[in-house]
C-alpha cells in the first residue's frame, strides 16, 4: 500500500523538477531564444567526443524526429547558434556550435547551475524521501 508520505514525496518531487524545467525555459526565452534551441545546443555540446553531432543522433537525443530535428537546426542557425558542415564520409550532416552559440551556451549553462543550488536539494530532499520509503517497503516484504 503506497503511504501518505509517499504521495507527498512524489507530488513535490514532480513539483521541484516542473520547477526547474520551467525556470530553464523562461530563462532561455529571456535570452531570446527557444527553450529547444538550448536543449539542442546543450545536446551538441555534451555528446561524447567520438560520436558525431549528426542530425540523426541529435534527433534521437532530443527525442524528436528528424525533420522536426532539421526545422530546430535551421531556425537556430538563422540566429547564428549553430552551423552544417558535412561528416568526412560526407554522407552525413553535422551540427556544430558557432562562437556565438558557444557563448549563448555557457552563460545559460552557468544560470541553470546556478539555480541548481537552490533548487538541487529541494529535488534531492524529494527523491532521497522516495528512495528511502520504498527502500523501507521493500525490507517489510522480505
Do not use: C
Amino acid at each position: 500500500m503506497v503511504k501518505d508520505s509517499e504521495y507527498r514525496a512524489l507530488s513535490d518531487f514532480r513539483k521541484s523538477i516542473h520547477d526547474y524545467l520551467d525556470f530553464s525555459d523562461r530563462t532561455a526565452k529571456a535570452a531570446g531564444i527557444e527553450p529547444r534551441q538550448y536543449q539542442l545546443m546543450l545536446a551538441i555540446r555534451a555528446l561524447p567526443a567520438d560520436v558525431e553531432p549528426a542530425v540523426g543522433t541529435l534527433a534521437q537525443h532530443l527525442r524528436i524526429r528528424h525533420h522536426s530535428a532539421v526545422e530546430l537546426i535551421n531556425r537556430a542557425g538563422q540566429k547564428g547558434l549553430v552551423e552544417r558542415e558535412r561528416s568526412a564520409s560526407g554522407r552525413n550532416v553535422l551540427v556544430k556550435l558557432t562562437s556565438e552559440g558557444n557563448q549563448v551556451l555557457e552563460h545559460a549553462v552557468a544560470e541553470r547551475l546556478e539555480e541548481l543550488q537552490s533548487a538541487g536539494p529541494v529535488l534531492v530532499d524529494a527523491l532521497r524521501r522516495l528512495l528511502r520509503s520504498k527502500s523501507k517497503t521493500r525490507g517489510n516484504r522480505k
